[in-house]
């Protein structure tokens, strides 16, 4: 079978989805198929290492440079520009049996090009776009932006040959927009097993000299946006502020990164510590490095988008208090998992007692967490997508 993998990133830097493309590239190959990458190249188009030379890979950029982050309606155009520009090698690929379109907020202009083709496209949804936008503030509904891209969006669901999500709640908010069959396949971290990574071995302690007398770590890492509640980090730490050994270490970068810094600044915060974003290889040291991982999703956000931390989290096996809509799917599978709590949006309070109480007791490893996502299906997700565009092709 010859498949398209039609992506709106690239692989020559790092992004959310990097590990579940490389992964979902290789699982492609191992069963025997074609695949042609088509993405965008903003500098030099690398690949993984163990991709460079396999012969069942094509790989096609299209050069564009990024649009500012902070300009949504440029970002959006170009967004369109990109698909249509791909869109012509994707129709000169004469061969191609089936597309593997990876999440996008521009999904309108490829699943009509594949409609156009007669080639199955099976769409993959990350996060849903324009209400993950209403929903943090950036859009407001009656807006005529959100209103067309809503609108286009919901068109592409619905013209999709299959759809496929992360969670059960993105999957609830795809019905609502008109697409009642859709597969849900959860995300994957770097590996399978737990992680077993001690302080000795961290590259995240090693690299920036931290040591167990340092105190107890808090830890949030990943992207510093709006998908995070900023505020509420930024509460929760001030309560536990009198505890002087209690450490907030803040891992990565981010659109809001220069906004907490300055209201812990404005609050006066000392217990609060800024590291920029780690060698991707090295992701789940960071995770590994806390007595206790923290994150807050707003309130909403859950609906939209599934935090990719979540997986490898769970495989550090370490403590975490998330916060999330207490009545979303995940929140109530995450309320099970040992060593995990899980508190309302905003509710800042809670957030620090939770903290506390593992403070007071002692760090340990879950019982269960790395178990609750295996039975999520992670070991075999990766093959997961390759039998949805099996069966695609076979019009099932």
């Given at each position: 079978?010859?498949?398209?993998?039609w992506s709106?990133?690239s692989?020559?830097?790092?992004?959310s989805s990097?590990h579940?493309m490389h992964?979902l590239?290789r699982?492609?190959i191992n069963?025997g198929h074609n695949v042609?990458?088509?993405q965008?190249?903003?500098?030099?188009?690398?690949?993984?290492?163990?991709?460079?030379d396999e012969p069942?890979l094509?790989?096609?950029n299209?050069?564009?440079k990024p649009?500012?982050?902070?300009n949504?309606?440029?970002?959006?155009?170009?967004g369109?520009q990109?698909y249509f520009?791909?869109?012509?090698?994707?129709k000169s690929?004469?061969d191609l049996?089936?597309?593997?379109l990876?999440?996008?907020n521009n999904?309108?202009?490829p699943?009509?090009?594949?409609?156009k083709?007669?080639?199955?496209?099976?769409y993959?949804?990350q996060?849903?776009?324009p209400?993950?936008a209403?929903?943090?503030?950036k859009l407001?509904?009656s807006?005529?932006s959100f209103?067309v891209?809503r609108?286009?969006?919901?068109k592409a669901?619905?013209?999709?040959t299959r759809?496929?999500?992360?969670?059960e709640?993105?999957k609830?908010t795809?019905?609502?927009?008109?697409r009642?069959?859709?597969d849900?396949?959860y995300?994957?971290?770097?590996q399978?097993?737990a992680y077993d990574?001690?302080?000795e071995k961290?590259?995240f302690?090693?690299s920036?000299?931290i040591q167990r007398?340092?105190?107890?770590?808090?830890?949030?890492?990943?992207n510093v946006g709006?998908?995070?509640d900023?505020?509420?980090l930024?509460?929760?730490?001030?309560?536990?502020g009198?505890?002087k050994?209690?450490?907030?270490?803040?891992?990565?970068?981010g659109?809001?990164l220069?906004r907490l810094k300055a209201?812990t600044e404005?609050?006066?915060?000392?217990n609060v510590?800024?590291y920029?974003?780690?060698?991707?290889?090295?992701?789940?040291?960071?995770?590994?490095?806390a007595?206790?991982?923290i994150?807050?999703?707003?309130?909403?956000?859950?609906f939209?988008c599934m935090?990719?931390?979540?997986a490898?989290?769970?495989?550090?096996e370490k403590?975490?208090?998330?916060?999330m809509d207490l009545d979303?799917d995940?929140?109530?599978?995450l309320?099970t998992?040992?060593?995990?709590?899980v508190v309302?949006?905003?509710d800042?309070?809670?957030?620090a007692?939770e903290i506390?109480?593992?403070y007071n007791?002692?760090?340990r490893?879950?019982?269960?967490?790395?178990?609750?996502?295996?039975?999520?299906g992670?070991?075999?997700?990766?093959?997961?997508?390759v039998k949805?565009l099996?069966?695609a092709l076979?019009?099932?």
């Amino acid at each position: 079978m010859n498949i398209c993998l039609w992506s709106g990133a690239s692989f020559e830097e790092w992004y959310s989805s990097y590990h579940l493309m490389h992964r979902l590239i290789r699982e492609m190959i191992n069963a025997g198929h074609n695949v042609s990458l088509v993405q965008v190249q903003k500098k030099d188009g690398r690949l993984p290492d163990d991709l460079r030379d396999e012969p069942r890979l094509k790989v096609y950029n299209v050069i564009q440079k990024p649009a500012a982050k902070s300009n949504f309606v440029f970002r959006y155009i170009k967004g369109f520009q990109y698909y249509f520009e791909s869109g012509k090698i994707v129709k000169s690929l004469s061969d191609l049996d089936v597309i593997f379109l990876q999440s996008n907020n521009n999904a309108y202009i490829p699943v009509k090009i594949a409609n156009k083709l007669h080639i199955p496209v099976v769409y993959n949804v990350q996060d849903i776009f324009p209400i993950d936008a209403m929903i943090i503030g950036k859009l407001s509904k009656s807006n005529p932006s959100f209103i067309v891209a809503r609108a286009l969006q919901a068109k592409a669901y619905k013209k999709a040959t299959r759809v496929v999500t992360i969670s059960e709640d993105l999957k609830r908010t795809i019905q609502k927009e008109g697409r009642n069959d859709v597969d849900v396949i959860y995300n994957w971290s770097y590996q399978n097993e737990a992680y077993d990574i001690s302080d000795e071995k961290n590259h995240f302690l090693i690299s920036n000299n931290i040591q167990r007398n340092d105190g107890f770590r808090v830890i949030y890492a990943g992207n510093v946006g709006q998908m995070m509640d900023a505020e509420m980090l930024v509460q929760t730490a001030k309560k536990l502020g009198s505890y002087k050994d209690i450490v907030f270490y803040v891992i990565g970068e981010g659109s809001g990164l220069n906004r907490l810094k300055a209201r812990t600044e404005e609050l006066g915060l000392v217990n609060v510590r800024f590291y920029g974003r780690q060698p991707m290889e090295y992701a789940q040291d960071n995770y590994c490095a806390a007595d206790v991982n923290i994150n807050p999703v707003p309130k909403g956000v859950i609906f939209t988008c599934m935090p990719s931390k979540t997986a490898t989290c769970l495989l550090s096996e370490k403590p975490t208090v998330v916060s999330m809509d207490l009545d979303s799917d995940m929140a109530k599978r995450l309320s099970t998992v040992d060593q995990w709590s899980v508190v309302s949006p905003g509710d800042s309070d809670s957030m620090a007692n939770e903290i506390l109480k593992i403070y007071n007791n002692g760090s340990r490893r879950s019982d269960n967490a790395a178990k609750f996502l295996a039975e999520l299906g992670p070991v075999e997700n990766a093959k997961l997508y390759v039998k949805i565009l099996e069966e695609a092709l076979r019009g099932n």
